[in-house]
């Protein structure tokens, strides 16, 4: 990946915290409980890419920090399940994705040349490094956001 590239990933990785709050904005309670043809609604998809946000910055953080990092996947379903992702309040999730973005981005910003070089081992991917972490993560809220706006009909 060359800079120019990373540095547009790094653009639409720090847009798409706003991107997932367009998505909601003028959201009703009968929208936010909405179920789209995948079976998931808003409040589930908010409370998904929170905990997907925390997630994913404890990856990157384990690549740099550590040698060749075992990166954990976890079953998206009995997560949501399991962690009542149907009946909380997005607010408190969505300050979890801003904040997990914001303290990432202060990381990606001082990230040198090897960082990015760096690997670890994802348990359902294989080989991980940064750039892949950034392709995935760059486009994840935004996903989300357009997952969003399908269950709420928009």
């Known amino acids: 990946m060359d800079t120019a590239e990373r540095n547009g990933l790094i653009?639409?990785?720090?847009?798409?915290?706003?991107?997932?709050?367009?998505?909601?904005?003028?959201?009703?309670?009968?929208?936010?409980?909405?179920?789209?043809?995948?079976?998931?609604?808003?409040?589930?998809v908010v409370h998904h890419v929170a905990d997907s946000?925390?997630?994913?910055?404890?990856?990157l953080r384990k690549l740099l920090a550590e040698t060749a990092p075992v990166l954990w996947g976890y079953?998206?379903?009995?997560?949501?399940?399991?962690?009542?992702?149907d009946r909380?309040?997005?607010?408190?999730?969505?300050?979890a994705i801003r904040l997990a973005r914001e303290t990432t981005l202060s990381i990606i910003e001082l990230m040198s040349e090897a960082d990015w070089r760096r690997?670890?081992?994802?348990?359902?991917?294989?080989l991980?490094?940064?750039?892949?972490?950034?392709?995935?993560y760059?486009?994840?809220?935004?996903?989300?956001?357009?997952?969003?706006r399908r269950a709420r009909g928009k």
Do not use: C, F, M
Not at 75 to 85: D, F, G, I, Q, R
């Open 11 to 44: 653009v639409r990785y720090r847009a798409g915290y706003n991107e997932v709050v367009a998505a909601l904005d003028g959201v009703t309670s009968d929208e936010l409980d909405r179920a789209a043809a995948d079976g998931w609604t808003a409040r589930q």
């Open 53 to 59: 946000e925390w997630t994913s910055a404890l990856r």
């Open 88 to 95: 909380r309040p997005i607010e408190p999730s969505l300050e």
């Open 119 to 126: 690997q670890g081992w994802h348990s359902q991917d294989g």
């Open 75 to 85: 079953p998206e379903e009995v997560w949501a399940k399991t962690l009542h992702y």
């Open 138 to 148: 760059a486009a994840h809220a935004h996903d989300h956001a357009a997952q969003i």
């Open 128 to 136: 991980y490094t940064p750039e892949r972490w950034l392709e995935i």
